[in-house]
């Protein structure tokens, strides 16, 4: 078909019935073309002659409904002889597309319209794979709720359309899932050897599910190290000794081989040489305030549309950004919560106690006692404080502050402005993180203390 061809198939699609009514529609949305332009695409099959235009139109019938897969704009380009779409161009000009051929293993989707606020990172990520000596792990790492799932599963999807890798193989050990307003326990796998049989199983390896765990994991060797296989493992904190798990896994590529590993933990992994860990942080404001949109306008909740800039930024100074936290809001709205109310909810924590207890529980249990105690300091002052101003408030030693900072590090709990002078050094933490310790944290510690 040619490009005239499938131009008036997409705006027929759209409900535009005349080229004068699309081309009216263009006008309107500040594309600087007359009727008759439009007129020479479809009739002459005349294209515009820059990308950009062609995009600008490509998304214009997005919106209406004329487009809906990456395959239909491939084919504008295959008319055009035109290159194919770059991943810069998926990620930038139309990442709100789904594409209708069905990659095999691929996860469900999170449950999000578009992803808000990512494009750098997935764009890292994908340019890291794309270089031979990169590392051969890379773990998202961030607090419960920060959104590293649906960012690891629009790396796959990117990855695996631009056939980066030949297949792709995926498993979840996540234990708890954050369902509207409650967190909700959920079945997982609970050791490393039913994630590497559900690895066999989803490879079609009949004959290795029958192995013994050892020759199960040397079978997957054997195909990892030859193959060029994308490994996702999704929730790594739930396991207890997650660099054992990392390394277990990076022994299964080796060093010299084309698979790569993708994993997701609110445990960070800074310390593991093979490993490029990769921080997800909160969203920024004009991120905060489209995601908030999106979810208004798609759950049919209007009337947080009309919220004012000073509610909006009192919205992403009480969330942090925090996509989990945006997204109760608007589910509190629907229930009769104004965002006013539902964010003195936020920072009071009671009212919403089981989302700061699917964040932050499980990891402060598993904090060391001097880390516990340098958690509690962190909420004397709402703002980043030197070394000097931490390790005074939380009254440790500069050995006992060494060991504890790293252990919140690695916990996604502290943040850090790095400097080469320990006295200009900055430490900090997340606007949830703050709420948390200045109300249950602080009395529960209290209560340890007696």
């Given at each position: 078909?040619?490009?005239?061809?499938?131009?008036?198939?997409?705006?027929?699609?759209?409900?535009?019935?005349?080229?004068?009514?699309?081309?009216?529609?263009?006008?309107?949305?500040?594309?600087?073309?007359?009727?008759?332009?439009?007129?020479?695409?479809?009739?002459?099959?005349?294209?515009?002659?820059?990308?950009?235009?062609?995009?600008?139109?490509?998304?214009?019938?997005?919106?209406?409904?004329?487009?809906?897969?990456?395959?239909?704009?491939?084919?504008?380009?295959?008319?055009?002889?035109?290159?194919?779409?770059?991943?810069?161009?998926?990620?930038?000009?139309?990442?709100?597309?789904?594409?209708?051929?069905?990659?095999?293993?691929?996860?469900?989707?999170?449950?999000?319209?578009?992803?808000?606020?990512?494009?750098?990172?997935?764009?890292?990520?994908?340019?890291?794979?794309?270089?031979?000596?990169?590392?051969?792990?890379?773990?998202?790492?961030?607090?419960?709720?920060?959104?590293?799932?649906?960012?690891?599963?629009?790396?796959?999807?990117?990855?695996?359309?631009?056939?980066?890798?030949?297949?792709?193989?995926?498993?979840?050990?996540?234990?708890?899932?954050?369902?509207?307003?409650?967190?909700?326990?959920?079945?997982?796998?609970?050791d490393l050897d039913s994630v590497f049989i559900s690895y066999a199983r989803q490879l079609n390896q009949t004959a290795l599910l029958e192995q013994s765990p050892?020759?199960?994991?040397?079978?997957?060797?054997?195909?990892?190290?030859?193959?060029?296989?994308?490994?996702?493992?999704?929730?790594?904190?739930?396991?207890?000794?997650?660099?054992?798990?990392?390394?277990?896994?990076?022994?299964?590529?080796?060093?010299?081989?084309?698979?790569?590993?993708?994993?997701?933990?609110?445990?960070?992994?800074?310390?593991?040489?093979?490993?490029?860990?990769?921080?997800?942080?909160?969203?920024?404001?004009?991120?905060?305030?489209?995601?908030?949109?999106?979810?208004?306008?798609?759950?049919?909740?209007?009337?947080?549309?009309?919220?004012?800039?000073?509610?909006?930024?009192?919205?992403?100074?009480?969330?942090?950004?925090?996509?989990?936290?945006?997204?109760?809001?608007?589910?509190?709205?629907?229930?009769?919560?104004?965002?006013?109310?539902?964010?003195?909810?936020?920072?009071?924590?009671?009212?919403?106690?089981?989302?700061?207890?699917?964040?932050?529980?499980?990891?402060?249990?598993?904090?060391?006692?001097?880390?516990?105690?340098?958690?509690?300091?962190?909420?004397?002052?709402?703002?980043?404080?030197?070394?000097?101003?931490?390790?005074?408030?939380?009254?440790?030693?500069?050995?006992?502050?060494?060991?504890?900072?790293?252990?919140?590090?690695?916990?996604?709990?502290?943040?850090?402005?790095?400097?080469?002078?320990?006295?200009?050094?900055?430490?900090?933490?997340?606007?949830?993180?703050?709420?948390?310790?200045?109300?249950?944290?602080?009395?529960?510690?209290?209560?340890?203390?007696?």
């Amino acid at each position: 078909m040619t490009f005239g061809d499938l131009l008036r198939e997409a705006r027929i699609r759209a409900g535009f019935k005349s080229y004068t009514q699309f081309a009216k529609y263009l006008k309107d949305n500040g594309l600087p073309y007359s009727d008759e332009a439009v007129g020479h695409w479809e009739r002459n099959h005349r294209a515009p002659q820059s990308r950009d235009v062609l995009w600008d139109v490509c998304r214009l019938l997005i919106d209406a409904g004329g487009i809906v897969t990456f395959s239909q704009i491939e084919a504008f380009l295959t008319a055009l002889n035109w290159d194919s779409l770059s991943i810069e161009e998926r990620l930038g000009q139309f990442a709100m597309l789904e594409d209708d051929q069905a990659i095999p293993n691929m996860p469900d989707k999170p449950p999000y319209m578009r992803l808000v606020g990512r494009t750098a990172i997935i764009q890292q990520v994908l340019s890291h794979w794309a270089t031979t000596q990169s590392q051969p792990i890379i773990c998202l790492s961030g607090l419960g709720g920060i959104g590293k799932t649906a960012v690891s599963y629009e790396i796959i999807r990117h990855a695996m359309l631009a056939r980066q890798f030949d297949a792709l193989v995926w498993e979840s050990v996540k234990s708890e899932q954050f369902i509207g307003t409650e967190a909700t326990p959920q079945d997982a796998l609970s050791d490393l050897d039913s994630v590497f049989i559900s690895y066999a199983r989803q490879l079609n390896q009949t004959a290795l599910l029958e192995q013994s765990p050892t020759a199960l994991k040397k079978g997957l060797a054997d195909l990892f190290r030859k193959g060029n296989i994308l490994i996702i493992l999704d929730n790594l904190e739930t396991f207890d000794k997650v660099k054992v798990v990392a390394q277990a896994l990076s022994d299964l590529i080796g060093a010299e081989g084309r698979s790569r590993i993708l994993i997701t933990s609110r445990k960070r992994l800074v310390d593991m040489p093979q490993v490029l860990d990769i921080p997800i942080a909160g969203l920024s404001y004009d991120e905060t305030r489209q995601l908030l949109f999106d979810e208004a306008k798609t759950r049919n909740a209007p009337t947080l549309l009309q919220a004012d800039s000073t509610l909006l930024t009192r919205a992403y100074k009480v969330t942090g950004g925090m996509p989990l936290a945006i997204k109760l809001i608007v589910t509190q709205f629907l229930l009769g919560i104004p965002l006013d109310r539902e964010l003195e909810r936020l920072m009071g924590v009671s009212d919403e106690h089981d989302l700061y207890r699917f964040i932050y529980f499980a990891i402060w249990r598993k904090l060391s006692t001097p880390a516990q105690k340098l958690l509690i300091g962190t909420g004397a002052i709402p703002s980043a404080m030197t070394r000097n101003m931490l390790m005074g408030v939380s009254e440790l030693s500069p050995a006992d502050f060494d060991t504890a900072v790293a252990d919140l590090v690695r916990s996604s709990l502290l943040d850090i402005q790095p400097h080469p002078q320990a006295d200009r050094q900055r430490y900090g933490i997340h606007a949830m993180t703050y709420w948390f310790v200045n109300v249950p944290l602080y009395e529960q510690w209290l209560k340890q203390q007696e």
